[in-house]
């Protein structure tokens, strides 16, 4: 691989930083390191190192390597800004590879909004390490000193003489190898001309155009085309099979058989869809899915393998003197990722190496899995990033990825995988179901002395792993690298000083479908749950909602963030809720704030909703959001992600509800799993707080976490119903109005 | 039964050689044609990523048999302009960075201009209802809305 690796550097003259996890461990002890406890894990066993962050070419156009991939956040576009703005060249001139695992380095799964936190600030040491050398070049050559050196737009330049350089002419010919500088100084943030900067977006001409080409369009020179006919049941077993009418489908070419795994191949697309509908396929009768209309009692019944405490502090068990005590029950429904596109993968086999090029967020733990399932040396299988659809963790990118790779060992020829509507509503992985107990203790003023709150979900251990679907069909080892569903019970501890706390995870051995992160995992369920019960401590207290959590906060930052929002959203002090106007349609404001994980981006935010009183029918009319995420590296990048977490988590908490009868998902398109529309689309304002000297950490996710909080509060300042249950369907509102 | 079906598309006489007239358009333009614009999101009509102009309406090209499109004229992303050259409504999406995974975006640009070839000054409400049939899961309404009014010389803030 290395060789390799070195072949595709070689081919020009140019100047690399290479880069191995060694020095960046050593730095971390150097810089404000982001908390273990945020990594996902999924990552590990730590790979060799590797070659290549950053490539001068000897046309002075800059390559950065990346293995985190974009997933349509823009994060190329903030990359090339990073490694821009610290070498001082245009930002026209760098460009950006990602997530090919013969490429670019293992810098873990894109997700939990770290891509900017861990990967640009990877970047950004490469890049100054590569500007250091090229200076110290330069004052050679110019015979100048260091210090009387300036950089403008990639020329480095002998201050008032004009005598300079360009980092063309100094990388030449030559191939010069250097290792990143953990210690390289970095540029002052105050002299930043590209980073900070709402610059466009480098993909969005080619998307808007149909130039663009997503993994959906990628073709490959005698490519054929299958789809998958999935189990009658989740775990059925194929009793037998009859694929005559499929056969004389013109373009017909074979069935692929293994397992449990059936699939039909044909030279076209469309044969291969009417061949999918063309076989007879007999399953067994499996029926071992819980009753979904008694999820959360059958959740409550499922056995616990650990309970973990997360927070303590003071003792919830001890003496309290409380004036009042309130008890609360959460539950958020299982959901699927519900990209757009369906999933879409081509897999090539040949002389026992596998190429697989994916929309994967995580290819390098795709690259393992995929070498475990057939017995490979990680080598052996390579795996190249191409946009996809929005995924919002993982969808089935990496599931069509096996499957791919399945049939291209039958058939020997390159294989192309879509996934139908019905196998990525019915098949991703799923955002598994979530349920909260909470209890509380308040003084005579009405300020919590103790707060307890559980939460059930699914262990994460390798038994409820995201393990490949295809993998499991046929029977091939399922092994997951220490995977599991993206540290879900983070954001549960609470950053309100009560004076005793207990939280607890309940990690149980079983969950209905396949398990994995989806965008804000955990922290998204976890926050709703914990900013539903402060509301309702408030308004038991008869206080304001936004001064009750002043009240419990200590740290600065997020009191600002707080009167911040209070101004943005011209907020109205209210001592408790109530209906506001007596008509049918009422309308409420309800708040919402997280520091996410305890450690990263703190956000807030103000709903405004409008109940109809008779039909139970929810409009969130308008979000405004305060938010701050330290350093910005692009603001318009920021407002793009927390508009689309408003939009989407709207979403989730109004709509969205995976059905399934005993042995199937029963959602399969958008009429039966429905998703917000135009029409209910809530306006967004937004206050960015920028903090040039600060870690950059992520705007992937954070807003999503408060969402559901502030629409439920909202409701509630609009009716008096508090609203415990994800979605938040018609039905339940009118049964929560009924009270 | 193999057929020959001529029609227009993107201003060029176009024949194309199917297997199956019943096959969707959707597949005959993305695989037989070259095309990448219209992209497949669902295959049953409901979600809008599909969308192409047949005689300057909206239609899904998912649902529609490549048989239905004889004699007419059909139009793509790619036939309303380039990166180069793009249409003023490709243009606004550009300018109000109305995009983030950008699967979604071919419907919404090719429903939104067949609404403004009829109406080219909607209102926001007429621009939302028009777009109600059209899907985006990344959460991009509010900037989508905003180019649409941006391309239509109405008030894009
Ligand atoms: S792909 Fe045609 S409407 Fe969804
Ligand atoms: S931009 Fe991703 S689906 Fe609309």
Aim: charged residues 20%; hydrophobic residues 40%.
């Amino acid at each position: 691989m290395t060789i390799s690796r070195r072949g595709f550097l070689q081919k020009s003259g140019s100047l690399v930083v290479t880069f191995s996890l060694a020095s960046l461990a050593s730095r971390a002890q150097t810089t404000p390191a982001p908390p273990s406890a945020a990594q996902p894990s999924v990552g590990a066993p730590p790979p060799p190192p590797v070659d290549g962050f950053i490539a001068i070419g000897a046309d002075g156009k800059v390559t950065v390597f990346s293995g985190k991939v974009d997933l349509g956040t823009g994060v190329r576009t903030a990359i090339a800004q990073i490694a821009a703005e610290e070498l001082t060249v245009p930002f026209t001139s760098v460009e950006v590879i990602q997530g090919d695992t013969l490429l670019t380095p293992d810098q873990g799964v894109t997700f939990g909004s770290l891509s900017i936190q861990n990967g640009g600030t990877q970047i950004r040491l490469a890049a100054a390490t590569a500007r250091e050398a090229l200076l110290g070049k330069a004052a050679e050559k110019l015979g100048v000193p260091r210090t009387e050196l300036t950089i403008h737009d990639g020329r480095i330049e002998a201050k008032g003489s004009g005598k300079g350089v360009t980092y063309a002419e100094l990388v030449g010919g030559k191939k010069l190898e250097i290792k990143l500088d953990p210690k390289a100084p970095l540029k002052d943030t105050e002299s930043y001309s590209i980073v900070g900067k709402p610059v466009p977006r480098l993909d969005i001409p080619g998307k808007v155009t149909g130039r663009f080409m997503y993994m959906q369009d990628f073709k490959r020179e005698g490519m054929v085309h299958a789809r998958v006919i999935r189990p009658a049941g989740v775990k059925a077993s194929l009793e037998s099979f009859d694929d005559a009418a499929a056969k004389k489908i013109p373009g017909f070419l074979t069935t692929v058989r293994r397992g449990n795994f059936l699939a039909v191949v044909a030279k076209n697309e469309w044969a291969a869809i009417k061949a999918s509908r063309a076989v007879k396929a007999k399953w067994s009768d499996w029926a071992g899915l819980p009753d979904g209309s008694k999820i959360w009692e059958w959740l409550r019944q499922v056995k616990v393998n650990k309970d973990e405490v997360l927070q303590k502090a003071g003792d919830v068990a001890g003496p309290i003197k409380a004036a009042k005590k309130l008890t609360a029950t959460y539950d958020f429904a299982i959901h699927t990722h519900g990209s757009i596109g369906p999933s879409c993968a081509v897999a090539e086999a040949k002389d026992g190496k596998i190429t697989v090029w994916t929309a994967s967020q995580a290819t390098h733990l795709l690259q393992r899995q995929l070498a475990l399932m057939l017995g490979l040396k990680d080598a052996e299988v390579r795996c190249i990033y191409i946009d996809g659809s929005g995924c919002y963790g993982r969808n089935g990118h990496e599931d069509a990825a096996a499957d791919a790779v399945l049939i291209a060992l039958e058939v020997k020829k390159p294989v192309r995988v879509q996934w139908s509507r019905a196998d990525e509503h019915g098949w991703d992985p799923k955002g598994p179901p979530t349920l909260h107990d909470f209890r509380a203790s308040l003084d005579e003023g009405g300020m919590p002395v103790s707060w307890e709150s559980e939460v059930f979900l699914p262990d994460r251990p390798a038994k409820i792993s995201c393990a490949l679907v295809g993998a499991q069909l046929s029977g091939l080892p399922t092994d997951v690298p220490s995977g599991h569903p993206g540290g879900v019970q983070q954001s549960l501890a609470i950053a309100y000083s009560v004076p005793n706390v207990k939280v607890t995870a309940h990690w149980l051995d079983e969950t209905p479908f396949r398990a994995s992160w989806i965008r804000t995992p955990g922290r998204m369920q976890n926050t709703y749950a914990n900013e539903s019960f402060i509301d309702e401590c408030a308004a038991a207290a008869g206080i304001d909602p936004l001064d009750y959590r002043r009240r419990l906060l200590k740290d600065p930052r997020g009191l600002e963030l707080l009167d911040r929002l209070a101004k943005l959203a011209n907020w109205t002090p209210r001592a408790k809720g109530s209906a506001r106007g007596g008509g049918e349609v009422v309308t409420g404001r309800g708040m919402s704030y997280v520091k996410y994980e305890l450690v990263r981006t703190y956000v807030g935010v103000v709903a405004d909703v409008e109940v109809n009183r008779k039909t139970g029918a929810v409009k969130v009319k308008k979000f405004y959001i305060a938010h701050d995420c330290g350093q910005i590296i692009n603001p318009d990048g920021v407002r793009n992600q927390l508009e689309g977490n408003v939009v989407q988590t709207t979403s989730r908490v109004l709509f969205e509800q995976l059905t399934f009868d005993r042995s199937k998902v029963t959602s399969l398109d958008w009429a039966t799993y429905p998703i917000l529309t135009f029409p209910d689309a809530p306006a967004v304002a937004i206050d960015l707080i920028d903090r040039p000297k600060e870690v950059p950490w992520g705007a992937g996710e954070p807003t999503a976490a408060v969402v559901p909080a502030a629409i439920a509060n909202a409701i509630y300042d609009a009716t008096g119903a508090r609203l415990r249950s994800v979605p938040f369907t018609p039905n339940k509102v009118l049964a929560a109005l009924k009270g | 039964m193999p057929t020959t079906i001529a029609f227009r598309l993107n201003g060029k006489a176009t024949r194309l050689r199917v297997d199956d007239p019943q096959m969707p358009l959707l597949y005959a333009l993305r695989n037989d044609l070259g095309l990448q614009g219209p992209r497949f999101g669902c295959g049953l009509g409901q979600c809008g990523a599909c969308t192409v102009h047949v005689d300057g309406e909206a239609v899904r090209s998912c649902v529609t048999p490549v048989a239905a499109i004889k004699g007419r004229k059909v139009v793509t992303l790619e036939g309303l302009g380039t990166p180069e050259h793009p249409d003023p409504l490709q243009q606004a999406f550009i300018d109000e960075q109305a995009v983030q995974c950008g699967y979604c975006i071919n419907g919404m640009i090719m429903q939104a201009k067949a609404m403004l070839n009829a109406n080219p000054h909607p209102t926001e409400d007429q621009i939302r209802q028009e777009l109600a049939q059209n899907l985006c899961r990344c959460g991009t309404h509010v900037r989508i809305v905003r180019a649409i009014q941006r391309a239509s010389g109405g008030d894009a803030k």
